[in-house]
C-alpha cells in the first residue's frame, strides 16, 4: 500500500495508537529473524510482486500460504517473521513457560491485521497433544492458540493457527503454474520502440542492464 493509503486503512481500522507505531514500524524494519531449513523441511525467499521484496519460508506450507496470500485480493500486505510475542503458558511439565515466538507472517487483511502461524496438520494435532495450554482444537474445527491471542490482544491484533489442511494442493500448484501470466507486460511507445531497434541494430551483443541504464556505461 502506498502511504496515503496504509495511512487511511489505519484510521478506516479503528487501531489504537499502540498497533499503529508497532504495524508502522514493522513495515518499515526487516524481519527480526533469518529463516533456516532442517533435515526434513525447505527454506528459502519468495519474490513477491506484491510486496515488492522477497519473503522468507522455512516450510512447504508457509511457501503454499505465501502463494495464496500473494494472490488473495483480500489481503493487503503480508510481512514475514515480523516481531517477537511474548507468550505465556504451562508446558508438558506443567510448569510455567515464559516464549519469545517470531510469528510467520503479520497479515493485513481490508478489514483488521493478524499474526498467524502456519504449521502441518500432523504437527498440530501432535502439538494439541502435547502442549495442550499452547495449541488447542478451535470449536469451529480448527486450531488455536490462547497465549499467542492473549499477546497479540495485548498490542491491539488478532493471531491466528494455520493448518496445511486449508491449502489444496492443486490450487497451489495452479497458482504456481499461472504465475508469469501475471506478469504486467510492458508496454513501449512507438518513439521509444524505435529508439531500441535503432540501439540493437548498431549494437547487436548490446547487454539488456547497459539499455535500461545507459549511465551504468559511464561509471
Request: aromatic residues 10%; proline residues 6%.
Amino acid at each position: 500500500m502506498l502511504d496515503d493509503a496504509y495511512l487511511h486503512w489505519l484510521d478506516q481500522c479503528g487501531f489504537s495508537d499502540p498497533a499503529r507505531t508497532l504495524l508502522t514500524d514493522i513495515r518499515r524494519s526487516p524481519p527480526i529473524r533469518r529463516v533456516a531449513g532442517g533435515r526434513r523441511n525447505i527454506h528459502g525467499r519468495y519474490p513477491s510482486r506484491k510486496m515488492h521484496r522477497t519473503i522468507q519460508f522455512e516450510s512447504h506450507t508457509e511457501l503454499g500460504a505465501i502463494y495464496v496470500m500473494e494472490h488473495d485480493p483480500s489481503i493487503l500486505e503480508y510481512w514475514d517473521q515480523p516481531t517477537r510475542l511474548k507468550l505465556h503458558y504451562l508446558g508438558p511439565s506443567r510448569r510455567r513457560v515464559t516464549n519469545w515466538h517470531p510469528p510467520d507472517f503479520l497479515v493485513l487483511r481490508q478489514g483488521g491485521a493478524s499474526f498467524e502461524e502456519w504449521k502441518r496438520e500432523e504437527e498440530l494435532v501432535r502439538l494439541v497433544k502435547e502442549h495442550s495450554d499452547r495449541y488447542q482444537r478451535h470449536l469451529s474445527g480448527g486450531y488455536r492458540s490462547a497465549p499467542g491471542e492473549a499477546a497479540a490482544e495485548a498490542l491491539g491484533l488478532l493471531y491466528r493457527v494455520r493448518s496445511s489442511r486449508e491449502l489444496s494442493a492443486v490450487f497451489v500448484q495452479n497458482l504456481l503454474f499461472l504465475d508469469d501470466y501475471w506478469v504486467t507486460p510492458l508496454v513501449v511507445d512507438e518513439f521509444h520502440h524505435h529508439l531500441l531497434q535503432e540501439r540493437v541494430a548498431a549494437q547487436p551483443g548490446v547487454r539488456l542492464a547497459e539499455i535500461l541504464e545507459p549511465k551504468a556505461r559511464s561509471r
